[in-house]
């Protein structure tokens, strides 16, 4: 069996507008038969972005690959009853857009599991199912802002210009909500009862971002429980990898023909870094220690 055939016989409708649609796209390139279900308009990411390729933009053949699609009204009686004749035979059910959609149709979880008792259902938004912001319209960098992941750009006029970097929380969270599903599914089909997760793909983000926000938490308490590393006598670094901006041994570097990321923080690295390059006396004079130790702000070193 290989990889792309894992979840044959998984039957998912996705209903989704734009973006998290990715969520049945990770479950299809595992085998599963993903449906993506449309109201009669279409989904306008066909058009949305660039480059457009035969008609279809990037986003879209990248987002809904692997899929079939159906157009269907589910406000008028003759298309939600088409709906709940695929519903009766569905595995999981995606909800990809504002949380509450399906059920202003009629079909929210309650209805769901009166058709088909052990459906799956995951919804999954940009700010989650609760709170201030549940209702809000956004887009892919909304999430990683509102995570505090975003810095602008300046540039040589002063202007500050969105970052070019990937969009997190649009990528992470269909991942997280596919992980969701597949624990929904095993436990569903043991205890013969349907489940309903949801998740905000602005916590995705945030979640990416672990380490930096968790080390600001830490940070929050006395200094004698939170300290630094060993290596830096226990001295308290930046949170996340603004701690390694002055590091030695773990940098950016500018080549002739580019930059290029020196990773010899461990000692044994260091060590093999410095017999390569017939340089032992470095290593003699600044051996470091067992852990992750970054030479910060050794001048010479760096030179």
């Not at 199912?129 to 956004?138: E, F, K, Q, V, W």
């Not at 992470?172 to 013969?192: K, S």
Request: with cysteine.
């Amino acid at each position: 069996m290989g990889g792309n055939d894992l979840l044959k016989g998984l039957k998912v409708l996705e209903n989704s507008l734009l973006g998290p649609g990715l969520v049945g796209t990770f479950l299809s390139d595992l085998g599963a038969e993903v449906i993506k279900v449309e109201s009669p308009s279409g989904d306008y990411i066909r058009q949305m972005t660039w480059p457009i390729i035969q008609g279809d933009s990037l986003l879209h053949l990248h987002t809904h690959r692997g899929k079939r699609s159906v157009a269907i009204n589910l406000k008028d009686e003759d298309g939600a009853k088409i709906y709940r004749n695929l519903l009766e035979k569905t595995d999981v059910v995606v909800e990809a857009m504002r949380p509450g959609t399906l059920e202003r149709l009629g079909f929210g979880f309650d209805e769901l599991v009166k058709i088909n008792p052990k459906i799956v259902f995951c919804t999954i938004s940009g700010y989650g199912a609760t709170g201030p912001y549940r209702d809000l319209p956004s887009h892919g960098i909304a999430y990683d802002t509102w995570a505090g992941l975003i810095e602008p750009v300046v540039d040589e006029d002063g202007f500050k210009r969105i970052p070019s970097m990937p969009n997190i929380g649009i990528n992470v969270g269909p991942m997280l909500a596919a992980l969701g599903i597949l624990a929904a599914v095993i436990n569903a089909r043991e205890t013969g009862q349907g489940k309903q997760i949801e998740v905000a793909q602005s916590d995705a983000a945030a979640y990416a971002d672990w380490y930096r926000i968790e080390t600001h938490r830490a940070y929050l308490r006395p200094e004698n429980e939170v300290t630094g590393n060993p290596s830096d006598d226990y001295e308290r670094r930046a949170p996340g990898l603004a701690g390694m901006w002055e590091g030695v041994r773990y940098q950016i570097y500018e080549t002739l023909d580019g930059h290029i990321l020196f990773m010899a923080s461990e000692k044994a690295f260091w060590k093999n870094f410095c017999e390569g390059i017939s340089r032992m006396d470095l290593f003699e004079r600044w051996p470091g220690s067992q852990y992750a130790d970054h030479a910060r702000n050794n001048v010479e070193l760096h030179e």
